[in-house]
C-alpha cells in the first residue's frame, strides 16, 4: 500500500507564492517512476498541473506554465510544487499522484493513468 500524504496549502493573495509538498511512503520498496499534481476546482474535472518522471523531464499544464515549478528529492520520495504569481482562478483542491510506469506523453493529462493519490489540500487565491 502506497501513501500520498500533501501539505502546503492555504489561502493566499493574488500575486502570491504558496509551495506543497507530497511525501510517498509505503510498507515495501516503491520508487515511483512519475511523481506530481493535478488540481480539481469545483463543477470542474481534475485537469494536469505538474509532473515529473524518473530521468528528470517534466510536463506542465498550459495555465501554469512560467508560473509554477515541480521538483523531486528521490532519496525522500517527495514532490515540491512551488505556485508563483498565484492568480485566482489556481483556486482548487490539489492532489498528489503517483506512477509506477512511465506513462506516454499523449496520456500524461489522463488523471485515470496514475496508480496512486493523496487525499488532497485545498488552495485558495483571493483577496
Known amino acids: 500500500q502506497v501513501q500520498l500524504v500533501e501539505s502546503g496549502g492555504g489561502l493566499v493573495q493574488p500575486g502570491g507564492s504558496l509551495r506543497l509538498s507530497c511525501a510517498a511512503s509505503?510498507?515495501?520498496?516503491?520508487?515511483?517512476?512519475?511523481m506530481g499534481w493535478f488540481r480539481q476546482a469545483p463543477g470542474k474535472e481534475r485537469e494536469l498541473v505538474a509532473m515529473?518522471?524518473?530521468?528528470?523531464?517534466?510536463r506542465y499544464g498550459d495555465s501554469v506554465k512560467g508560473r509554477f515549478t515541480i521538483s523531486r528529492d528521490n532519496a525522500k520520495n517527495t514532490v515540491y510544487l512551488q505556485m508563483n504569481r498565484l492568480r485566482p482562478e489556481d483556486t482548487a483542491v490539489y492532489y498528489c499522484?503517483?506512477?509506477?510506469?512511465?506513462?506516454?506523453?499523449?496520456?500524461?493529462?489522463?488523471?485515470?493513468?496514475?496508480?496512486?493519490w493523496g487525499q488532497g489540500t485545498q488552495v485558495t487565491v483571493s483577496s
Open positions: 509505503s510498507e515495501r520498496s516503491f520508487s515511483p517512476n512519475g
Open positions: 499522484t503517483a506512477s509506477a510506469r512511465r506513462v506516454v506523453w499523449s496520456a500524461m493529462t489522463d488523471s485515470s493513468q496514475y496508480d496512486y
Open positions: 515529473t518522471w524518473s530521468g528528470s523531464s517534466t
